[in-house]
């Protein structure tokens, strides 16, 4: 995935009004249209060097991009066909303008009539696809797949939702997708992002200033995006400075969760980690630690005396702790502390039958800073109502009724992990390998969170922070990755921020 500049995500209502500001502004539509065709034009020849090329286009914009593209195309000598979805003296506006301009006969709409091109445009649907594809336009979608040719999609590919990312009943597969101005949610998003192939995105003259009037919400979750809250020792620093984080361990029989989390704090950077562990399982993990220091805690009592001490400023609690009411109780103490706080696994599911109750405790503290990390099977634990994975429901829009509902940052694990603060901004972050799906991955991630909490970045900018080097840490190791590699590649993330970011080390 590439893009040529931007971070920020813009859903289709969004990428409509960019667009009308940029008229308002001066620049016909039609401008923005032979723009958007000339781009893909310049795809297509870069995708291939020779052979003809079939442009497959709709009845809307994105159709009309299509038409650019040819009349482009055939321009610069390269054989070039069109066929259409409906009547050509039928389109409107400006695609009817770009129809003009391709002064060849366009081939029935018919599976048929592609042929055996070097390259497919599919320029059938845009972004703005809500409903299922059906039909004639269906029975092509499935022909241009079963082709075999590469495919260059315009906006996205035909049959994805640009909001949701979700396939409206058949996707083409592409190749590559060529979109404009800035990303939208479904080139993130699974399924959407993995049906898009390689993404580029492309100036087309929109100028950037429509953003400030636009002021979106959603941003891919890039370094650029929190570079200005990355947390970076100072010379005259010392460990004390750079926080304390607390991870609670589980019993005897379930230690391994919490060491791994702890582990990913010191990494990422905590000064200090102590775990707080079960006197039966304290000479397991003081044997199997070294710089992180253990320290007995069995009942609420005690974790509460240790977080008297204001030093211990952020917490982990869920890795292997156990579904229980102590876990419960555990969290209320800490968020009563008002310690920054990574709620994880067990510490999630043992509120499932009492929700509200952790949220008026987050809501109560006067300065939250309490992310919950759940992946998809714990998420309807917490937000019943909300997991409905209807079609036109994204996991971003849930992710963000979840953040505005419990009054934390929550952040939806997967291969398109959703990162979402209550204020409503949201991140989707696109970097994950397969590999990362993995036993204890995610609690080396709490605790990287917290490791970052610790050292005084803010709750959604850690959660964001996190959730990026956790998958370039996974990226760094390899196929074949375990838990436990993620610490231990972390140095070598690190040193590459450090070099984009100008940091001396």
């Known amino acids: 995935m590439y893009r040529e500049f931007g971070m920020e995500v813009l859903t289709t209502a969004e990428m409509e009004r960019a667009d009308r500001l940029a008229i308002a502004a001066g620049t016909p539509g039609f401008a923005l249209m032979l723009s958007a065709g000339q781009a893909v034009a310049q795809a297509a020849i870069e995708l291939v060097e020779e052979g003809p090329i079939l442009v497959v286009a709709g009845r809307g ?22 066929i259409l979805l409906c009547e050509r003296d039928s389109l409107q506006g400006d695609a009817a303008s770009a129809a003009r301009g391709w002064k060849h006969p366009v081939l029935p709409f018919n599976p048929q009539a592609i042929g055996k091109p070097a390259l497919i445009v599919d320029a059938l649907f845009g972004a703005g696809l809500n409903r299922p594809v059906k039909g004639e336009p269906y029975d092509m979608i499935e022909a241009i797949n079963a082709n075999g040719a590469p495919v260059l999609s315009i906006d996205l590919p035909s049959g994805i939702n640009g909001t949701t990312g979700a396939v409206m009943g058949i996707a083409v597969r592409a190749t590559e997708t060529v979109t404009f101005f800035r990303s939208k949610p479904a080139h993130l998003l699974l399924p959407g992002r993995i049906y898009c192939g390689r993404i580029r995105v492309a100036d087309i003259g929109i100028d950037a200033q429509v953003l400030s009037e636009i002021a979106p919400q959603t941003f891919e979750n890039v370094p650029p995006f929190w570079r200005s809250h990355f947390p970076v020792p100072q010379v005259d620093g010392h460990k004390y400075a750079r926080g304390h984080a607390v991870v609670v361990s589980g019993d005897i029989t379930a230690t391994g969760a919490a060491r791994m989390s702890a582990r990913g704090a010191l990494r990422t950077g905590a000064g200090l980690v102590t775990l707080a562990t079960p006197r039966d399982a304290l000479a397991v993990n003081a044997a199997a630690l070294t710089a992180v220091m253990v320290r007995p805690t069995d009942t609420v009592v005690e974790f509460a005396e240790l977080l008297n001490d204001k030093r211990f400023n952020a917490c982990v609690i869920g890795p292997g702790a156990g579904v229980s009411e102590r876990t419960r109780d555990f969290v209320l103490t800490a968020l009563a502390a008002q310690r920054d706080l990574v709620l994880d696994a067990d510490a999630l599911t043992s509120f499932a039958d009492a929700p509200d109750r952790l949220f008026e405790a987050i809501k109560a503290s006067p300065d939250p800073k309490v992310v919950l990390t759940p992946h998809e099977g714990e998420f309807p634990r917490l937000f019943s109502d909300i997991s409905n994975k209807h079609p036109f429901r994204s996991k971003l829009e849930r992710v963000r009724a979840a953040a505005e509902r419990s009054g934390a940052v929550v952040l939806l694990k997967g291969a398109d992990t959703v990162v979402a603060s209550p204020d409503g901004r949201a991140t989707i972050a696109a970097n994950a390998p397969p590999w990362l799906a993995t036993a204890g991955a995610g609690d080396v991630l709490s605790g ?14 850690a959660a964001c922070i996190g959730v990026w080097m956790h998958g370039e840490a996974a990226q760094e190791a390899g196929p074949g990755l375990i838990a436990e590699d993620l610490p231990e590649t972390l140095p070598a993330v690190f040193r590459r921020l450090y070099d984009e970011f100008g940091v001396e080390y």
């Open 61 to 82: 914009n994105n159709g009309g991009d299509g038409f650019v593209a040819a009349a482009e195309l055939a321009a610069r000598g390269r054989e070039v066909s069109v």
């Open 448 to 461: 990287m969170i917290a490791g970052l909490l610790a050292q005084g970045a803010p709750a959604f900018e």
